[in-house]
């Protein structure tokens, strides 16, 4: 018997997926971590880091629709996948080069090679998801993905803080532009070694991730009333809120607080490590408390976690804003999971997720828009009523804004959201997460992937995510 499945051609093939996931996130936590901090190194302005943090994937999130599309015309999930591997391997080579080769353009190549990046990634994405759905026996599910998961977790840390260390030696040194090339050559190598591994799992005949349209006018008003409708609304404007001040603490840090790259990914990876120790007891407060209750308290705790950076600059103190904003967002990102994936009926599931996917990356976009925009033009002394505020930075302010959009938004919309019938009161489908992104203001970045209950463990509760 294999370690993850009988079959032993599918047992090789998950063996081959653990290690395209470790490989992978040597990528995601030792080089995507760094994409604003190369267009940094090139002087980029509040609004330029803005569109970098929140354009590309907000196109990206358009390629997940391509990916469904082309499996219905390509009819193998395999080809798809690799496809999107490699386009996300190759943009790592403009993004390096160009910028060096014609400098006075340096900011808008990296933006365009990060949209080639993530219009990759999330194109193969459906594809995986549907290839391991069919490849891992669903009673070894959990198991298998917590695995995998913890197991990329620990590399995709470990590598953020090799890169980080890197980074900050070769500019002790004075070259700091050799240090971002290794870091993006280790990930380059790290995705063809990931690429190697996708090219030699099976892929057997089954539910192609496939695009089917329904009529929009008939779409439209079977979503419009929608408990689905109401939480995405309210997760889409929260985003909105988020992508005010998400993009620019990268910015706050090296720029205007002058941390080094070494104190820089220190503060950064607490969020990440604190998100990865506190998944799994969130997952038991979601059985015995309930999404409502996890998602109620998380989303009121959201506007306090930007305020945090108006008071000090002074690394100690934002370690610790960091480690609560890791716990914060742990939760809520598991709880709003587990919303959305209950309440989309498995046969529009592709369709509706990337919508959702599409609203939320949307509203990132415009927030991140205005946050960069006001970034450039917020002065550092502001008077009012014969009072005046002087900050270290005019991103400060964005911090404020940021928080106080969260409040109204958390105040506005989230009694109505969980108030609403027809949602569901626990965790009622048992969910598996795989890392897919590590940003040094995001932390980790979930997929998940849903089960049927299985009646062969009654031991489980119903809704267990602690796998």
């Not at 591997?85 to 080769?101: S, Y």
């Not at 006018?217 to 998400?246: C, D, E, N, Y």
């Not at 070494?262 to 607490?270: C, E, G, L, Y």
Request: charged share 15%; proline share 6%; aromatic share 10%.
């Amino acid at each position: 018997m294999g370690r993850h499945a009988e079959d032993p051609i599918i047992d090789r093939s998950l063996q081959h997926s653990v290690k395209d996931g470790v490989a992978y996130t040597v990528l995601s936590g030792g080089t995507e971590s760094w994409f604003s901090a190369w267009a940094l190194h090139f002087q980029a302005g509040a609004s330029q880091i803005g569109l970098l943090a929140s354009l590309p994937p907000l196109l990206g999130s358009l390629s997940q629709l391509l990916g469904a599309w082309l499996g219905r015309r390509a009819g193998r999930r395999r080809v798809i996948i690799l496809t999107g591997a490699g386009l996300q391997a190759a943009a790592l080579v403009p993004m390096a080069l160009l910028p060096l080769l014609l400098p006075a353009h340096a900011v808008p190549l990296i933006i365009l090679s990060a949209v080639m990046y993530f219009g990759g990634v999330n194109m193969a994405s459906p594809q995986w998801s549907s290839l391991m759905g069919d490849l891992v026996p669903e009673d070894r599910r959990g198991r298998y993905f917590g695995m995998r998961t913890r197991l990329c977790s620990i590399t995709g840390f470990s590598a953020l803080a090799i890169s980080g260390l890197t980074l900050d030696q070769f500019t002790r040194w004075q070259l700091t532009t050799v240090g971002f090339l290794l870091i993006f050559a280790s990930g380059l190598s790290a995705r063809l070694i990931s690429i190697w591994h996708l090219s030699r799992m099976h892929d057997p005949p089954g539910s192609v991730a496939a695009l089917r349209l329904p009529p929009l006018g008939q779409l439209w008003q079977r979503v419009k009333s929608s408990p689905f409708a109401r939480f995405s609304l309210f997760f889409s404007a929260m985003q909105f809120g988020v992508g005010i001040a998400s993009p620019f603490f990268v910015l706050f840090m090296l720029r205007d607080l002058g941390f080094s790259y070494r104190t820089f990914m220190i503060v950064s990876a607490v969020s990440v490590f604190v998100q990865f120790l506190t998944l799994n007891r969130w997952g038991q407060l979601s059985d015995s408390l309930g999404n409502r209750r996890i998602l109620l308290g998380t989303g009121i705790l959201l506007p306090l976690l930007p305020a945090l950076w108006l008071f000090s600059g002074h690394p100690i103190y934002l370690i610790m804003v960091q480690a609560l904003s890791g716990t914060v967002w742990a939760g809520y990102s598991l709880s709003a999971g587990n919303f959305v994936y209950d309440l989309i009926p498995p046969e529009r599931r592709v369709v509706l997720m990337a919508l959702h996917g599409m609203g939320s990356g949307l509203a990132m976009f415009l927030g991140a828009l205005l946050g960069g925009w006001l970034g450039d033009w917020l002065p550092v002394s502001i008077g009012l009523a014969g009072l005046h505020w002087t900050v270290a930075s005019p991103l400060v302010w964005l911090f404020l804004i940021s928080g106080l959009a969260r409040l109204a938004i958390a105040v506005l919309l989230l009694p109505r959201l969980l108030d609403s019938s027809g949602i569901p009161d626990g965790a009622a489908t048992p969910l598996v997460w795989r890392v897919t992104r590590m940003l040094p203001q995001a932390g980790l970045i979930f997929d998940l992937i849903g089960r049927r209950p299985l009646e062969k463990e009654p031991s489980r509760r119903k809704g267990s995510v602690r796998d």
